[in-house]
Every structure is written in structure tokens, then in C-alpha cells.
């Protein structure tokens, strides 16, 4: 314990553990919720907190890099190292790259029912300050009271091939960000009355108080993420803190946590009231079967968006007293908090999780030890595509259940092709 403290070691096994997860989903489990009656999303992490619940805090990802960049862990918000950071400076590197976290990734989406919309000459629709991009959007007449769902297109499309939408008093049926100011979304076409409308959005997170203890609202597993990209930015500060080396190597280590988290899966199965529910992703219901989420009825599907966001397809109806929906997922990785704690893990991945907490351990020792350390990571990196490997083979057709979250990559993309023409 001289170059190493007992709590610094716990935090590099910490991360071993939740690294590990996010690259094989190793932790898997099964966790039933109600459905309540007419209610379209759910949010894991709300209905399923002991499997998918966030706990990651800023002052816990504060004393991470305080660990890395070699300053004492501050204790209840109070910074005590040295003149190189500050703790004012950690926490707004935490919150930058926590933000570009979610917005890369679409990992966690916002729900946002029933904003309320006064007709206006252009049909534009401003937007929360917190929205960085709209998924799903539905629209209800307050004079009728049915929501009706919107596809997303853009102003392009709309005056080559319905040129007329500016001036026609339908409904709306369709919606763009495309060339309106940054927070605002264009209904087309305009709405002649007052209603309201209703979002799937990516959100940037809440600000976070270095002085305060704040949820970061990420899936834990992926808060490694946020540590090697606020370090990459604390390392490629002006002066002392300048270190060119390890700041490259933090961005690699960013931008591959990126990748596998907007790839990641969480849902595997599903059923509904013990009857086999099959998954897709909200942007398939909505380009496919625009009208899902209308009528209410015996749910038949589980959809998915981002790492948090569930919905039933239909919403729960027809007359049943209850529905229960079980999945089974991937569940955040069970970090043991005390001595008699077990761990679900074999011998080789025992030592597997050894030598990525070596790995990260030697990080502070600078750029040449981490280039000596690189031969720990990379043995940790092809363990875990060996295990995933072995998964695959074991059952074959899981393949496609780990590519359920991936299909939300492809939204954007699929809903720019839907064109409005009758």
C-alpha cells in the first residue's frame, strides 16, 4: 500500500467489473414489471431498479480521475491536491463528455408526454433547452384527444413532393428538425387548432454541482466511458496538465466506448404474461407500423429504444385486469460492497479482471508504464472477444438478440428515406 491504497485498488476493480460487462454482457438476469393499463413506455431503470438502476455519481467519477491523474480523492466535494486541477475543472470535464456521451449514443432516451402546443402561422414547436435530437414524436388535437403519430421527414422532401403542406389545414403528419432554428421542431402540416404533443428525445444530462453528489444518469457499466474522455480533455490542457501521450491514448479509449455503446444490447427476451413477446426497436414500429401506439389492446411486442426506454406494442388494453412483462437483460454488473460478498465469475475471467485492474493501476505512472501496461489490455480485449465468441457458439441464434440496440443506430437514417406523398 505505498504506491497504492487499499480504496484506489477497489476503484480499479470497480471498473474491471463494469468494463468487463459492457464488453461481453456477462451479467445477465431476469426481471418482470407490471403494465399498467394504457401506458405506452417504460423506463427500465425505474420499473427494474435493482437490475438496471443508475448509481454512478460525479463525486464518484471525480475520485476516479483524481486516482488517475495522481491528486489526493476529495473528500465531500472539498478539493485538496495540488495547483495542476481543480475540482471545478474535473466536474465540467465530467458533465462535457457525459453530454457528448448521450448524444453519440442515443443510449438514454426522454419521454415527454402531453406538452402542450398553441397553433401559430408557422407550425414550429419549441423545444425543452435540454433536447439534442427527437426520435418520436405524436401529435393530439385538443379537440379530439387521439394521438396521432408522426413521421419524420424533412423540409426537402416536403417541397418536392407535397409542395402544397405550408397552407393545408390537415392534421399533421409529419415532423423535421431539419432547417428550423436549434430547438424547434416543425410540424407539417401546420396545425389550424391547439393540442399537444408528445416526444422521444435524447436529452443532454441535468448540470452537475461539483459541490454536491449527483447521479450522472448513464448505465453504470458504461461510466468508464465518461472517465477516459473527461481525462482525455484534463490531459490535453495548456500547461502542467499538458500530456500529449495519455491523452491520445484516453481518446482511443473514448471513442471505442462510444462505438460498443451505441452497438450494446440490454433487452434479450421478452414475455408478456408468460406468452413469448417478440423485440423490435421504436424507429421499426414507426416506420413500418406508424399507427402502433393508437388503439390500445392485448400487448404483442416489446419495443425498444436507446439502453432505457421500453414500450408495449399495443399499449395494454382489452379489458384484461393486468399485464406483467418479463425480459430477460443484460443487468448492471453486482460490484461487492463487503467481505462475504460472492462473485459469479470463473477462474479465467478471475484473471482476466486481474490484469485490466493492473492495467488501469499502472495508467498514473505515466506514459511509459502505460505502454508496458499495454499488453494487459490487450490480453483482457481478446479474452473478451473470445468470450463473446464462445456465446455465439453456445447459441447460435443470439446474434441477432444482441443487435436489437443497434437498430436505433439506423433511425435517422430509415426515417430521412420516408417521403410525404399519398
Known sequence: MVRWVAPELAVYLREALRTWNSWTAHFRDTGTFPLTMAQIYFDLPTVLPALRGYTVTNWELVTDLQFALLEPPAAGGTWTGTDQFDLAKLNAAIQRRRDQFLRETGAI??????????????????????????????????????????????????????????????????????VTPP????????????????????????????????????????????????????????????????????????????????????????????????????????????????VTGIPKRLLLGGHNVIASWPPPGGGSPAYTATVDLVRNAPVPSIAGDILQISQDVYDTLLDYAQHLALFKEGPGQLDLAMALLSRVTVAAGIDLQLQQASQPSRRPLLAQTAQEEHAEARHEEAVPVE
Request: glycine content about 4%; proline content about 7%.
Open 183 to 294: 430547438l424547434f421542431l416543425q410540424l407539417m402540416p401546420p396545425p389550424a387548432t391547439n393540442g399537444s404533443l408528445s416526444t422521444v428525445t435524447i436529452n443532454a444530462g441535468a448540470a452537475l454541482d461539483p459541490a454536491v453528489s449527483s447521479l450522472i444518469r448513464i448505465p453504470d457499466d458504461w461510466a468508464w466511458v465518461i472517465k477516459w474522455g473527461a481525462l482525455a480533455d484534463l490531459l490535453h490542457s495548456d500547461g502542467l496538465a499538458l500530456d500529449a501521450a495519455r491523452a491520445q491514448y484516453c481518446e482511443a479509449r473514448w471513442r471505442q466506448g462510444i462505438a460498443q455503446a451505441s452497438a450494446g444490447s440490454v433487452v434479450l427476451t421478452g414475455r408478456i404474461s408468460n406468452a413469448v413477446a417478440l423485440l423490435a426497436s421504436l424507429s421499426d414500429a414507426d416506420t413500418f407500423s406508424p399507427l402502433w401506439s393508437l
Open 109 to 178: 432516451l426522454t419521454v415527454t408526454l402531453n406538452a402542450p402546443f398553441v397553433a401559430n402561422a408557422t407550425g414550429r414547436f419549441e423545444l425543452p433547452e435540454a433536447v439534442l435530437n427527437v426520435r418520436h414524436a405524436d401529435w393530439t388535437p385538443d379537440a379530439t384527444l387521439l394521438a396521432l403519430p408522426l413521421l419524420r421527414t424533412d423540409e426537402w422532401a416536403a417541397n418536392n413532393f407535397r409542395p402544397a403542406w405550408v397552407s393545408q389545414t390537415t392534421p399533421p403528419r409529419w415532423f423535421s428538425v431539419s
